[in-house]
């Protein structure tokens, strides 16, 4: 009877995303460094495990061209072949052909396609014929014959048949270990083949061995095994004072793992290495976390516990706590309106543990902006190879998080800056060599946090932007007059990039091709409530800086009163608050204006902006909302200041989306809807 495996496809996908990561990661790596035999074993796992999962499942398309790869792999490694730009070129393309597979898997089931063309192609690597020179089999047989004349080491590996080589803290520990009567043991463990959730069991190995020792070295390490990045087995040196029949008993307890191996090592004919000065600090390190064999405190050798989880129920969960923020509102007014003083203790207790459990929350929201800044590398290599430029691209603090909701969107804005950046920003070779500059042209994409806002730049030490050129563009499409044109800042004529009319140039060369799209970044941008700044230096570069809030569910916001309604102003946005008279108010060309410490600040009056009804009253005193967007502020007059509040933002629906100057609502503590005054259409 045939199993059913669909049970098991959101694993296979999601393992096979992770393993196609991987492969696209590490190949980037080989064709900057193809000595790099880290690398290319973590492309060979990645790839056997990934055609085994696909046979597996039966999805042979993938299991073939899967193994086809690990053939020209395994010569590679072997040193039948060399890694030479047509090798890396086709395995890219083999990388996106499985990539196209596992989507189709994922959209429709079937993962059919015919790959003949990439297979003749890797046939024809493998015979040597693709413009791929082959090593010499004789002078490959001295390099291993003189590696091992020149180190004693190996000689010990092929004795004691294992694959470790100790350091000399190594055998200090082992050394000491043994003097208080632990055993080191070399144990060798396999998963069974039809094992689904691998990693699973190397964990349950892990956990069920640390109960009674210490796993003080594995291969492959923790990490690739808590990843499931290994093939059938894995090694393991383990300080125990129980015996081998005792050890291999409870590891051979675990369903699905098998001890294939298990012995005492003999230390005297154990392979030693010299530890480098650098070698030495990090296992002075770990020494500091691991004075006793039997204690559970190395870390670097535990595997992380993880759960996934289905986006839909975070959504949930968080939606949940909103209801908890509000309904927490509530009872404070209530308790505040009746005055019922027994309630103060109860209401602060749900007060914290609201807090706390929105903080959880918040967290297990939060991924890191490395899943969208590993698509990037592939991207720009190829686009480089097309414009015929050498790009030296550098990713800065992809460890950030991010709420996972802000993350799915922002992908796409950042695609097209970096486009932007390397099709436009950076010049030819030949114009950066009559510059003097360096040929390779620098592409940087960081991301960092600050406050509540996590800020994310595009920076390229191209020739940045002519300034002058957008102004006369600006002109000539009618966008701006002559007059308005003499009067424009630097900063004000690079926001005209950002206008839709900007982009549909036709000879988008003129303005250097920015502006080509810029519009939609920026509404893509405001829409996660976010904002863009430019800063460019001609001749030395342009940098695009994004700025984002870190979650997009719950924020803090400035209650205010306007007439009979009250209005939510994000916290983000808020500069200050003031006190002013009418005495102070002047004008301005048709526009009222106050000075500020020196500076001259537009007044905007909230009843008037939003059309709040009621007649206008021009009181004594009135109070003033500060707000900023990018380096512009303006003042908004209100009636009353109520206080900053936890807001849990809901969306107005699809009838009334899009309405300007409205971000969303809230559900206040008295049962009725606020809105959130949006000050991105509002400026």
Do not use: W
Request: with cysteine; net charge negative; glycine share 6%.
């Amino acid at each position: 009877m045939k199993m059913d495996m669909s049970q098991y496809l959101d694993v296979f996908l999601e393992e096979s995303k992770e393993h196609l990561g991987s492969l696209n990661a590490k190949l980037l790596d080989l064709e900057k460094d193809p000595s790099d035999s880290s690398g290319l074993n973590e492309i060979f796992r990645a790839a056997h495990t990934l055609k085994g999962m696909s046979s597996t499942m039966g999805f042979d398309d993938v299991a073939d061209l899967t193994h086809h790869m690990e053939n020209v792999l395994a010569d590679i490694k072997t040193g039948t072949l060399r890694v030479n730009p047509q090798v890396v070129d086709t395995l890219f393309q083999c990388f996106d052909r499985l990539q196209l597979m596992v989507d189709n898997i994922e959209n429709s089931g079937k993962g059919m396609m015919d790959n003949s063309d990439l297979i003749s192609i890797l046939g024809n690597i493998k015979a040597g014929n693709y413009e791929v020179a082959a090593v010499a089999a004789v002078a490959e047989k001295e390099l291993v014959v003189e590696a091992k004349q020149n180190s004693p080491s190996l000689i010990g590996l092929e004795n004691e048949g294992h694959s470790f080589i100790f350091n000399d803290y190594d055998m200090a520990v082992f050394k000491e270990a043994i003097s208080q009567e632990f055993q080191v043991q070399f144990i060798k463990v396999e998963v069974e083949q039809t094992c689904i959730m691998k990693a699973v069991r190397a964990y349950m190995v892990f956990k069920a061995l640390e109960e009674e020792g210490e796993i003080v070295k594995s291969i492959p390490s923790a990490e690739d095994l808590d990843e499931g990045k290994f093939e059938g087995t894995f090694e393991m040196v383990y300080l125990t004072k129980n015996d081998i029949n005792t050890v291999m008993e409870t590891v051979n307890h675990i369903s699905e793992i098998k001890v294939v191996e298990i012995k005492e090592l003999n230390l005297d004919s154990a392979p030693a290495e010299k530890s480098s000065p650098k070698q030495a600090q990090n296992t002075e390190e770990s020494r500091s976390n691991s004075a006793d064999p039997n204690s559970n405190k190395v870390q670097a050798h535990k595997i992380k516990q993880t759960v996934r989880v289905d986006i839909e129920r975070l959504d949930q969960l968080m939606n949940l706590v909103g209801e908890l923020v509000m309904h927490k509102g509530r009872l404070e007014q209530i308790g505040a309106t009746q005055k019922v003083s027994d309630l103060n203790e109860t209401i602060e207790q749900i007060d914290r543990i609201s807090t706390d459990l929105q903080s959880v929350v918040m967290k297990v929201r939060m991924v890191p902006i490395e899943q969208v800044f590993n698509r990037f590398p592939r991207m720009v290599r190829d686009l480089a190879k097309d414009l015929g430029k050498e790009v030296d691209f550098l990713i800065e603090g992809k460890e950030t998080e991010l709420d996972r909701t802000v993350i799915d969107e922002i992908g796409d804005p950042l695609v097209h800056l970096l486009r932007n950046a390397l099709d436009h920003g950076l010049e030819s070779s030949q114009e950066r060599i009559s510059k003097g500059k360096p040929v390779q042209g620098n592409v940087v994409l960081r991301a960092r946090h600050e406050g509540n806002n996590i800020y994310i730049e595009v920076e390229d030490d191209g020739g940045g932007i002519d300034v002058h050129t957008i102004i006369d563009k600006a002109v000539e499409k009618g966008m701006i007059s002559a007059k308005e044109a003499e009067q424009l800042s630097n900063e004000e004529a690079i926001d005209l990039l950002f206008a839709s009319g900007f982009s549909t140039a036709q000879n988008v060369t003129d303005v250097s091709g920015r502006g080509v799209g810029l519009d939609v970044v920026k509404t893509k941008i405001e829409s996660l409530s976010g904002e863009i700044f430019v800063d460019s230096k001609p001749g030395l570069g342009t940098r695009f800086r994004v700025k984002l809030p870190l979650t997009l569910a719950i924020i803090q916001a400035l209650m205010v009163a306007v007439k009979d309604e009250i209005y939510a102003i994000p916290l983000s946005s808020v500069d200050e608050t003031t006190l002013i008279t009418n005495e102070e108010i002047k004008m301005i060309q048709k526009q009222e204006v106050i000075v500020l410490r020196g500076n001259v600040l537009p007044l905007y009056r909230l009843t008037q902006l939003i059309n709040v009804p009621g007649d206008f009253d021009r009181d004594e005193e009135m109070y003033v909302v500060v707000v900023r967007k990018g380096d512009r502020q303006i003042g908004l007059v209100v009636d009353t200041l109520i206080g900053q509040q936890e807001i849990v933002i809901k969306s107005l629906g699809r009838l009334l989306v899009g309405i300007s100057g409205i971000a969303g609502a809230i559900v206040a503590g008295d049962g009725n809807v606020r809105l959130i005054l949006d000050l991105n259409t509002l400026f």
